[in-house]
């Protein structure tokens, strides 16, 4: 079985018989995957599937979408060369139980040289050693490695703080707000409502408020959204005022998004796409991430709640309350199908 979503509705979701797989041909390798991780990240990838070619990664019957989301697989048969059966790999896979792929090995691992991902960013093409194929890291490393490479470039611009930070439920934000933290940097998160209590309670952040509640954010030089909510990044624009010196717009998972509305009042905002600032700091990266991550991992455990799925009926409204922000943010949900 697979999910698939409907590309022009994302909450119209259904799991589905899996398309048939060949066996593999010369130059191809069949993976099962074991499981993959869920969390609003992938809610963007679908909303963003379009203008951002996530629906490129595996192909499905017109209309419909696969949602990739980082995951384990596992070499099931293999025709492509350095590519060896039982060989356990980390990268994008479709939210199902098998895909194949036309591996190139790379200097650890390979990429999938498909026709239909050559457009795509080298990052999210490349399939690496799986290692102890920790649940944890699995969720974190593309969350919290967005965190660092954040962190990264708010340093290289030694951008002074404060940083409000928007969606700060969100793993990526509060994952950011850590790091900022450590450099002594002030931070500002904004939630929902009915989230503004769990946020403050994480300790991560210097002060937290609701997005009803604008009033109480103090002046702050950087704007990073992770909610992608235009009205919400103008009123913040607009309240936050002269003191606002950059704007970075990092995710879009909330629904009522006008992307391109005019620009709003200040300065004009920038869009961050983690894979070009991967590459950009190519292996300076690896060191920065582990250390960032030594450090991180024990508040991960104590702050995410690893929810495993391994009955695929389930799926589906998992997949429909992610895309209506209804999901429990502690939980990161592990879907083995
Ligand atoms: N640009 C990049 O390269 C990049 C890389 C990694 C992550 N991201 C983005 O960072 C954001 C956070 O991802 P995550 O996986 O860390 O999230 P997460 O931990 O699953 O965050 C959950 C929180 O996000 C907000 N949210 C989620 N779905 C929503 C929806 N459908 N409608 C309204 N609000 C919703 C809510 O926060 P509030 O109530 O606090 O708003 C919710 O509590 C995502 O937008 C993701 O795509 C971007």
């Known amino acids: ?15 589905a018989a899996s398309e048939p797989v060949p066996a593999p041909a010369a130059g191809e390798a069949l993976l099962r995957i074991d499981r993959f991780g869920l969390t609003a990240n992938n809610v963007t990838y679908a909303r963003l599937g379009e203008e951002f070619d996530y629906w490129r990664l595996f192909p499905a019957t017109a209309g419909w979408g696969l949602v990739p989301a980082w995951g384990y697989a596992t070499v099931m048969a293999s025709r492509a060369d350095g590519v060896t059966e039982g060989d356990q790999i980390f990268g994008l ?33 490349q399939y690496l050693p799986a290692g102890d194929a920790d649940d944890l890291a699995l969720v974190l490393r593309p969350l919290f490695g967005t965190s660092v490479l954040l962190d990264l470039l708010l340093s290289d611009a030694q951008d002074p703080g404060p940083v409000t930070l928007t969606s700060a439920s969100s793993k990526t934000a509060y994952g950011l707000a850590h790091l900022l933290h450590k450099r002594g940097v002030a931070t500002f998160g904004l939630t929902s409502p009915q989230r503004v209590q769990w946020v403050r309670e994480l300790g991560l952040y210097d002060a937290v408020h609701s ?17 992608g909510d235009r009205g919400l990044v103008d009123r913040v624009h607009a309240h936050l005022g002269r003191s606002l010196r950059r704007s970075i717009l990092v995710g879009f998972t909330h629904q009522a998004t006008t992307r391109h509305a005019p620009p709003p009042p200040g300065p004009r905002p920038e869009f961050f796409f983690a894979p070009t600032e991967m590459t950009r700091r190519g292996h300076a990266l690896g060191p920065a991430y582990a250390a960032a991550w030594t450090e991180f991992a024990p508040i991960a455990t104590q702050t995410i709640q690893l929810t495993p799925v391994q009955n695929g009926e389930r799926l589906p409204a998992i997949w429909r309350d992610l895309v209506a922000g209804r999901a429990d943010p502690a939980t990161a949900f592990v879907v083995s199908l």
Do not use: W
Not at 214 to 221: E, R
């Open 211 to 227: 997005y009803n509640d604008l009033d109480a954010l103090a002046p702050a030089t950087v704007l990073v959204d992770f909610a």
């Open 93 to 125: 896979v479709p939210m199902g139980q098998r895909f194949q792929v036309t591996p190139v090995a790379g200097r650890v691992g390979f990429a999938d040289a498909a026709a239909h991902r050559i457009a795509l960013s080298p990052v999210y093409n």
């Open 1 to 15: 079985v697979q999910l698939r979503v409907r590309r022009d509705e994302n909450a119209v979701c259904e799991l």
